[in-house]
């Protein structure tokens, strides 16, 4: 499976501002996915990545907030934007292949805490 | 809509006990159906998936899992649980027809008692 890593791992923001939070793979992937994990609850997809085009957002999650980057096959960013208290939560991403049988792999997160 | 049912929201075991954590799934099609864990403070791990085939998987750190298709469901066992499994397991679904997205249940959070 993929490594996969995220920076920064965990952050303290202040409200009104706003976040990039990075995601590399050591190898090429198809997809690349953003999840949120509020306190103490499940994940929740926001969008996935897709490399070359806009990223296609799950209801309830618009661009303006969470703006997501994939310049290649190997790298994404996402945005948390105009952070309030409520962002506070963990965001993973994930990635899979394309050999059409899907398995997402994660990696570590980013602990955002917004005072 | 599809969903995931994960009826246990807290388990607790003693080390060496036999675990039985249960997953329900609502999906009109042939699901890929996952199991997740998630350490504290850690991000997931696979620990194994179900594709077709055998309907029982086995998967990492002896952990196993079962399909069953008459009653939706893909329960997680392991015969003597350990002390390291102390986390939180969240089972999974994943649509079908292309890139599959993930549908995750509420998860269940394990304690294991020495």
């Known amino acids: 499976s993929a490594v996969i890593s995220q920076k920064p791992s965990r952050d303290i923001c202040q409200r009104g501002t706003s976040l990039t939070i990075q995601c590399q793979v050591d190898s090429q992937v198809t997809m690349m996915f953003w999840y949120r994990q509020q306190p103490g609850q499940s994940l929740t997809l926001i969008a996935t990545?897709?490399?070359?085009?806009?990223?296609?957002?799950e209801s309830g999650f618009v661009i303006d907030k969470f703006p997501i980057s994939r310049p290649n096959l190997t790298f994404s960013t996402l945005t948390v934007s105009n952070m309030s208290p409520e962002d506070s939560s963990i965001y993973l991403c994930?990635?899979?292949?394309?050999?059409?049988?899907?398995?997402?792999?994660f990696g570590p997160g980013t602990r955002l805490l917004v005072l | 809509a599809q969903s995931v049912t994960q009826p246990d929201i807290h388990i607790t075991v003693s080390e060496g006990a036999s675990l039985e954590l249960r997953c329900n799934y609502s999906?009109?099609?042939?699901?890929?159906l996952f199991w997740y864990v998630q350490s504290p403070g850690q991000g997931l791990q696979l620990l194994l998936k179900y594709f077709s085939g055998d309907t029982l998987v086995q998967g990492i750190k002896g952990f196993e899992a079962e399909f069953k298709r008459s009653q939706s469901s893909f329960n997680l066992r392991k015969p003597s649980v350990h002390w390291s499994d102390a986390a939180e397991y969240f089972c999974a679904v994943g649509l079908s027809g292309g890139y599959n997205k993930l549908i995750f249940g509420a998860g269940t959070r394990l304690a294991v008692h020495p």
């Open positions: 994930s990635v899979a292949g394309t050999s059409g049988q899907e398995t997402q792999y």
């Open positions: 999906y009109g099609a042939t699901p890929y």
């Open positions: 990545a897709n490399q070359g085009s806009e990223a296609t957002y």
